[in-house]
């Protein structure tokens, strides 16, 4: 867990005054595991909407956390990334989720369910609409239109690895406009049900 993309690497505070990192995790990781079944549930003609964004970040870190399903109030730093100041996100949010609906109704091949979920994943961690947990919930997100369009979850990556620095610069040319290495990986684990 030295990567920081599936755990919180550090103790925040939170509603439990948990500091034992391996517990603060494993409740995370119950949230998330919560989420995972929100998503299977979903009815095939769900909307990745705002009500439902909020739900998914409030479900997985609602336990511990009293920012879970709120956007930012701070500015914060991302490695390298700047993210959008936090006045600007909801009206970001609002435009992504609209963005986001409009593909989900109108592609069908593989290769446009790749494009759109890449797009999705990479403009949800651009934004970065929330204190904490912008990774996992970028995850749930691509999963739920990934299932949405007839496809098994995605495993972007291992936690460590090739497969890691890969997806991690893929994001990074994404930054800069061009999403299609992030499409690629997508593509490459994308499986029909």
């Given at each position: 867990m030295?990567?920081g993309?599936?755990?919180t690497p ?7 005054n ?10 995370e ?7 995972e ?19 998914i ?12 399903g ?13 993210p959008?100041h936090?006045?600007?996100?909801p009206?970001l949010?609002?435009q ?7 593909k ?5 091949k ?7 979920l ?9 934004i ?11 995850r749930l997100?691509?999963n739920a239109?990934a299932?949405?369009?007839?496809f ?11 497969a890691?620095?890969?997806?991690i610069e893929?994001l ?6 061009d999403t299609s ?7 490459h684990?994308l499986?029909?049900?």
């Open positions: 030295s990567d993309t599936d755990y550090s103790i925040d505070e939170n509603l439990l948990l500091t034992d990192k391996d517990l603060l995790n494993l409740y990781a119950s949230g998330v595991a919560k989420c079944i929100t998503i299977q549930e979903l009815d095939e003609n769900a909307d990745l909407d705002i009500s439902l964004i909020l739900e970040h409030r479900t997985a870190f609602g336990e511990l956390y009293s920012w879970a709120k956007w930012p109030t701070i500015d914060v730093q991302v490695g390298k990334l700047s959008p936090p006045s600007q996100v009206a949010m609002y992504y989720a609209d963005d986001v609906n409009y989900l109704k109108r592609v069908e593989k290769d446009e369910v790749a494009e759109l890449a797009f999705l994943h990479h403009r949800f961690v651009w970065h609409p929330f204190n904490n947990g912008n990774g996992r919930t970028a997100l691509l239109a299932m949405l369009k007839g098994e979850p995605i495993q972007l990556y291992h936690r460590e690895g090739e890691r620095a890969k997806y893929a990074r040319k994404g930054d800069e406009g290495a992030l499409t690629a990986l997508i593509l684990e499986t029909p049900f």
